[in-house]
């Protein structure tokens, strides 16, 4: 059954975003997170809000590695100084959505910079804080989450929690033989060749699909 809940407020973030910060999270915000093998940060594909039957879809109806649904209603808001709620319908997992984007690009240490040392400059960092109040459809169901050192909680009648982390991706081993690779995604996680069928270099997609002998495209693109 569809449920709806309606979110006031925003969470500021200091220093405010660059061009190149709000630009994908706009694309983020805009595009199905479907499992595909173009990787958890794949913000292309064809069709409406990228849900084109492209090759590389994995899956329509799972959620790409490690996210926590298929669409992500928070967007930067007009001056890339706070995170807002997009204003749309069933809006799921939006505390875990938070913390995503806190760990993965927003936070003191983005995820997907340490993955890419080449994206450290697009993403450097930020300081969030602040509170969401939500309602529910539901006359009683009425919560709020908070953002504080890179962490959210989430307050409810039921009392205070902190929202569970994102996880760390596992480098490939060092000693897998580099020279040769299907997935050029990271020189810190390089698959190697086909003979190592079955190997997870956790690049593309985040160790849930073995390496292919089709060479994938670069997961951060958004232009």
């Not at 594909?45 to 849900?51: C, K």
């Not at 913390?99 to 300081?127: C, M, N, R, W």
């Not at 033989?177 to 997609?205: E, H, I, T, Y």
Request: charged share 20%; net charge neutral; glycine share 8%.
């Amino acid at each position: 059954m569809d449920y709806t809940t309606v979110f006031d407020g925003h969470i500021s973030i200091t220093p405010p975003l660059n061009a190149q910060e709000r630009a994908y999270l706009e694309k983020f915000n805009q595009t199905r997170r479907m499992w595909r093998s173009n990787g958890p940060y794949f913000v292309g594909g064809s069709g409406f809000m990228g849900q084109g039957h492209d090759p590389d879809v994995l899956d329509f109806s799972r959620p790409a590695g490690g996210q926590p649904g298929l669409w992500c209603q928070w967007v930067p808001n007009a001056t890339g100084d706070g995170l807002i709620w997009d204003q749309g319908e069933k809006f799921y997992y939006a505390a875990e959505w938070m913390q995503y984007l806190i760990d993965h690009f927003l936070g003191s240490t983005p995820i997907v910079a340490i993955l890419y040392p080449e994206l450290k400059a697009i993403f450097t960092g930020h300081t969030l804080s602040g509170c969401i109040f939500a309602q529910g459809e539901d006359q009683d169901d009425q919560w709020s989450l908070t953002v504080r050192d890179d962490q959210v909680f989430v307050h409810d009648e039921s009392g205070s929690r902190a929202v569970k982390r994102s996880a760390m991706p596992t480098a490939a081993p060092q000693e897998l033989p580099p020279a040769r690779v299907d997935c050029p995604l990271s020189p810190a996680a390089r698959a190697p060749k086909q003979q190592q069928r079955g190997f997870r270099c956790n690049a593309c997609c985040w160790g849930r699909w073995p390496c292919s002998r089709r060479p994938l495209t670069l997961t951060i693109r958004w232009r």
